[in-house]
């Protein structure tokens, strides 16, 4: 069994401007995400804990690392997804998110389901 479909994890990630939690006098522009993540590979696995790197337009960094995602440890089998909304705050009208999830196969196995680089916007900002 090839190791890369033993293990795999497929993460996709939409997000959205929240006007009435921003300020854009004081710089704050919150944006909530809604993540899905389903089990696409041939193993069950549980998700341990999330690593964020977060981006503004100006390059300043906010790393985030904690356990789980939005207080739970999903494990999901072969063919199973999870989908949870949580939120950031940036200094910019525009940045970017990425990460990876610390999972743990049912095998006893970790390894990391990255989460590809989506972007957070106000609209009309990007064409």
């Excluded at 994890?9 to 919150?30: H, K, L």
Aim: charged fraction near 20%.
């Amino acid at each position: 069994m090839a190791e890369s479909r033993k293990y795999h994890i497929t993460v996709t990630a939409r997000a959205t401007f929240v006007p009435e939690q921003s300020d854009e006098a004081a710089g704050r522009y919150v944006f909530s995400y809604t993540i899905h993540i389903a089990n696409t590979g041939q193993i069950a696995a549980q998700l341990i804990s999330r690593h964020w790197l977060i981006s503004d337009a100006h390059a300043r960094l906010q790393e985030v690392r904690g356990l789980g995602v939005v207080g739970e440890q999903p494990f999901l089998r072969p063919g199973e997804s999870f989908e949870y909304t949580s939120g950031t705050a940036i200094s910019t009208p525009v940045g970017v998110m990425r990460g990876t999830y610390q999972m743990v196969a049912e095998d006893g196995s970790p390894f990391d389901a990255v989460v590809p680089e989506f972007v957070l916007s106000m609209p009309r900002i990007l064409h």
